[in-house]
């Protein structure tokens, strides 16, 4: 772990999510919004790329990518005890790291793409195999987030406050009074 | 308190399962003085392990030993009912209809319909109102009994104003039964909002923690959870005499039985009696009729959101105390046989709205992307949200077959369930769809998403009774045709499913079967 510590004050002052690779994991820091991601199994691009992956599934303006490491954080924590995970996710990116024109296939990491060429190819790989483990990882670990959940109007577990009985169960104001 | 039972004690009467069916019957028959063992597959939790998250409930709860689903249900998860004391009651919502009179008489009131089994039911509607009265005190059902309805939640408040604005009538907060004051010493409803993750303080009505309790009580029951029943012995007489469970630990055991009554709901009740078969019963126990496992129903579902005009917060309150009765006859200008309620139901929360909404319906945006975020998930907290329940038809093609080789953690072989809609079932469900948005468009809604049925929760009809043994396989006293002392205690022996959610009538069957049985046992005719 202080090896991590001593890998984030590395980077500090860079301005963007960057990456640090640090033998078979990897960490993400990003200093302007003051979080960083240390992974144990994920390698550094895959990482990256499947956080930049998942902001582009589910893209808020209002939420910064501390958010989204956190789906990132999730698979590395399920790679741990689930050695094809890192297989699928490894060559899911690869995948994603082809630009293919009519003419020509060629090479451009995914994480360094622009990100209109980001999005043609999610486009292309929808609905396979490895596109879906991140979606669903993505819809777990972005909106299953309490923390998130909050900011879209979801309030969680109740029963510790008395239920909504008293907290606006019918508050509704704005519909007309039939 | 509660009583052991010896496993060679041949004068009881076993329950399987402890939900709506079980845990009523039980009760009702030790109050009656009738010594009952209870089996249970699942766990008994107490309502300290009730949380508000859908998640971990869903894992505490739920029924998943593996199962198949083929034609329009999930291939993964068929069904969604519960593994647990009490059975799905923990899990339910709380709406309890009666049966229209015309609905228990199918047959005749819509004549032959294509592709349908369609039957009346072997019992007289005027009969069932004394044991749905007698359902509706015990589970506290609110619009009856003197009980005053629940406050309506702002979910409901959306539905009501378009709902008349579009020409309804009927529509209240429901005949729920959920304390809406307090009662049978369980507190009123603080309008918490998970229901369908189970009651944390026990205002809605499940078995886990009255029928069951109040049987214990009485010194004539006991309950043994954790223990998962593989098959009914019989004898050379063809009556029933025992059942095979395996216990927690793993041990196999037979408890002796006079009577036995099963309430699994309707995949493992049939399930049970597949498995029971035998050289006298080659195709199962009970199945002379050909009928056991076959016209499994779910009712017609289908869910509509709509993103209102301002905030909704659908999750606050009671989930479904709302509803809209009004196209719940029998109309043959709508151009299909039997009816449907709206029901109020919010989203289980951001991440399934967000998963939900884009991989089930037509009219999303997709299933990500800008434009689904935007749309979609960033208006949460605008969304309004109902249930479309209506009667479906019962075929023969759809029900619950034995798996040639795949086998589950008991070596009992999986069950295969099979349904596809009748044409009727979607023609209904497409005008639920219709009347559903404009409700909410009468409301302000500009967008609404149709989503094809959820996972089955009210399943039906494996088991049906029927005046004619040929047509079924129990009476009308769930007694089956043709062994005397086995019985159908729950959903399974509806003869159709009419368009109410089925648990009062549940509830009032086992009543009736309770007062039946315990008379043949005094008369020992059985
Ligand atoms: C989310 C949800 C909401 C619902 N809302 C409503 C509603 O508002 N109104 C309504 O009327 N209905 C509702 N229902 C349906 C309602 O829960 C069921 O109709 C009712 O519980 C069925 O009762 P049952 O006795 O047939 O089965 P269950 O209540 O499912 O009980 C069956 C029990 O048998 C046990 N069992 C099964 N096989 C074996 C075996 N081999 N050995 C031992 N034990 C076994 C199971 O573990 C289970 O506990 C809802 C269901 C769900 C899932
Ligand atoms: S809303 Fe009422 S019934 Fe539903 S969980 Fe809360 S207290 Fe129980």
Not at chain 1, 15 to 27: F, L, Y
Not at chain 1, 61 to 86: I, P, R, W
Not at chain 2, 165 to 183: E, K, L, W
Not at chain 2, 431 to 449: C, D, I, N, R, T
């Amino acid at each position: 772990m202080s090896n991590n510590v001593s890998r984030r004050t590395f980077i500090q002052g860079s301005a963007t999510a960057g990456v640090v690779v640090s033998g078979a994991g990897a960490i993400l820091a990003n200093t302007e919004e003051a979080w960083a991601l240390s992974t144990e199994v994920l390698s550094g691009d895959t990482a990256l790329s499947i956080l930049i992956m998942a902001r582009t599934l589910y893209p808020h303006d209002f939420l910064g990518d501390q958010y989204y490491a956190e789906v990132v954080a999730n698979l590395d924590e399920q790679a741990k005890t689930d050695s094809s995970l890192v297989d699928k996710l490894d060559n899911g990116v690869k995948e994603l790291s082809k630009v293919i024109e009519s003419d020509r296939t060629y090479n451009v990491p995914f994480k360094d793409q622009s990100s209109g060429l980001q999005l043609q190819n999610l486009k292309r790989i929808d609905g396979s195999d490895f596109f879906e483990t991140v979606r669903g990882a993505t819809l777990a670990g972005l909106y299953g987030n309490p923390r998130v959940a909050a900011l879209f109007g979801w309030e969680g577990s109740s029963v510790e406050h008395g239920g909504y009985i008293n907290r606006g169960f019918n508050d509704i104001g704005w519909l007309p009074k039939s | 308190m509660t009583k052991k039972f010896d496993l060679n004690d041949d004068s009881v009467v076993v329950v399987i399962g402890s939900g709506a069916g079980g845990g009523t019957l039980g009760n009702e028959l030790s109050q009656k003085g009738i010594n009952v063992v209870c089996l249970e597959a699942g766990k008994k939790l107490s309502l300290d392990d009730i949380e508000n998250d859908w998640g971990a409930m869903f894992g505490k709860l739920s029924w998943v030993d593996k199962r198949q689903g083929t034609g329009d249900l999930l291939a993964g998860l068929p069904l969604w009912v519960c593994k647990t004391v009490g059975g799905t009651t923990v899990h339910w919502a709380g709406a309890s209809l009666r049966f229209k009179d015309h609905e228990f008489r199918a047959r005749s009131k819509y004549g032959e319909i294509e592709g349908a089994n369609l039957l009346d039911w072997p019992i007289d509607p005027n009969e069932m109102e004394r044991f749905y009265s007698m359902a509706e005190d015990k589970m506290g059902t609110t619009g009856t009994h003197g009980i005053p309805r629940l406050p309506g939640n702002n979910n409901f408040q959306v539905m009501e104003y378009g709902a008349k604005a579009i020409g309804y009538n009927d529509v209240h907060t429901g005949n729920m039964s959920i304390n809406s004051q307090p009662r049978d010493g369980r507190p009123g409803c603080h309008q918490i909002g998970f229901c369908m993750a189970g009651c944390a303080i026990g205002a809605k009505w499940s078995t886990l923690y009255t029928e069951i309790p109040k049987a214990e009580a009485t010194g004539r029951f006991e309950l043994r959870s954790e223990s998962m029943v593989l098959k009914i012995n019989h004898n050379k007489e063809g009556k029933a005499t025992g059942v095979v469970y395996v216990d927690a630990d793993g041990n196999t055991h037979e408890q002796k039985a006079r009577v036995v009554a099963i309430a699994g709901n309707s995949v493992e009740t049939p399930r049970i009696l597949l498995n029971s078969e035998s050289n006298m019963f080659s195709d199962g126990m009970a199945n002379s009729s050909g009928q056991v496992g076959k016209n499994f129903m779910r009712h017609m579902t289908g869910t509509v959101y709509g993103t209102m005009p301002g905030a909704v917060h659908f999750d606050r309150g009671t989930q479904m105390a709302g509803i809209v009765m009004d196209e719940s006859g029998h109309d043959d200008s709508r151009g299909f046989a039997g009816g449907y309620y709206m029901q109020t139901l919010p989203g289980f929360g951001l991440s399934a709205i967000a998963g939900n909404i884009g991989n089930m319906s037509v009219d999303s945006p997709g299933k990500w992307g800008r434009n689904y975020t935007r749309e979609v998930v960033e208006n949460y907290k605008n969304m309004a949200g109902m249930w479309l329940v209506g009667e479906d038809m019962p075929q023969e093609k759809n029900g619950v077959t034995l798996h040639s080789s795949e086998k589950d953690q008991y070596g009992l072989p999986i069950p295969v369930v099979h349904f596809e809609d009748h044409p009727n079932d979607v023609v209904m469900r497409n005008h639920a769809f219709k009347a559903g948005s404009a409700v909410y468009q009468a409301g302000g809604s500009k967008k609404q998403y149709q989503l094809p049925p959820f996972p089955s929760t009210h399943n039906l009809g494996t088991c049906r009774m029927s005046a004619d043994a040929r047509d079924g396989v129990c009476s009308s006293t769930g007694a089956t045709h043709d062994i005397s002392n086995l019985f159908i205690s729950d959903g399974s022996s509806f003869t159709t499913g009419a368009a109410a959610n089925p648990t009062l009538t549940i509830v009032a069957l086992a009543i009736r079967q309770a007062e039946n049985m315990s008379k043949l046992l005094s008369q020992n005719s059985i």
